[in-house]
């Protein structure tokens, strides 16, 4: 079973921080790695897609990535209300792609 | 521009009732994908596609079946609908090779009573 874990939060941030987001995989074949958002009652909407060591930047989001330590990350600078989502982490492995649960993100004006 | 179309997106079926959860997509997609997501839980993936007349099975597949005789068209059947079956469905293509990103269809709010 290929896992894919983060933490459930909720993580509240104030307007203008910094959110951190963070997930672990399991399966160390797995080549594509990606950040979708989720609002309320919506269906994912991919934001971020990484697939090699490093950090990769998108306006106010930054993936990074640690194969080694089987680990992707998202920062969102200067954090807006809008921001408030879950944000779920997947990993492509193979012909599957593998979620892990969200973090729930919430954002204080 | 339409994507992925999913129909319908509420249902309400009585234990022991069958359905099917329609899905369609626009994009020429060679791989297709049914979801199941629980309150405060991720995406569980139920079967997948890789191209026209292949399925398989992914991590949740008991209670379903899916058929996929052409590039646009993945249904999903419900035979026996029973209460665990209460979720919501989302289906999903992409183009195959590890780079490709997930589309999502607006989801099927299915409520088994």
């Known amino acids: 079973q290929k896992e894919v874990e983060q933490n459930s939060g909720p993580l509240s941030v104030p307007e203008g921080a910094i959110a951190s987001l963070n997930c672990t995989y399991s399966?160390?074949?797995?080549?594509?790695f990606f950040w979708y958002r989720q609002y309320s009652g919506k269906s994912p909407e991919l934001i971020m897609s990484?697939?090699?060591?490093g950090d990769k930047e998108d306006g106010r989001f930054t993936a990074q990535l640690n194969k080694a330590s089987q680990y992707v990350s998202l920062l969102i600078r200067d954090s807006q209300p809008s921001d408030s989502a879950t944000y779920l982490c997947?990993?492509?492995?193979?012909?599957?792609?593998?979620f892990g649960t969200g973090t729930s993100l919430t954002v204080i004006p | 521009n339409a994507g992925v179309t999913q129909t319908p997106k509420f249902r309400i079926l009585k234990i022991g009732q069958s359905m099917t959860l329609q899905c369609t997509q626009d994009m020429n997609h060679n791989y297709m994908y049914w979801y199941r997501q629980d309150p405060g839980m991720g995406l569980k993936l139920i079967y997948y596609s890789v191209g026209a007349g292949i399925t398989d099975k992914g991590e949740v597949p008991n209670g379903y079946n899916v058929s996929r005789s052409t590039t646009e068209d993945f249904p999903l059947r419900l035979e026996l609908a029973a209460p665990s079956q209460t979720s919501v469905y989302f289906c999903?293509?992409?183009?195959?090779?590890?780079?490709?990103?997930?589309?999502f269809g607006e989801g099927s709010r299915l409520t088994v009573l």
């Open positions: 997947a990993v492509n492995g193979g012909n599957q792609f593998y």
């Open positions: 399966d160390r074949g797995s080549q594509s």
């Open positions: 990484i697939y090699s060591n």
């Open positions: 999903a293509s992409s183009y195959p090779g590890a780079s490709g990103e997930l589309f």
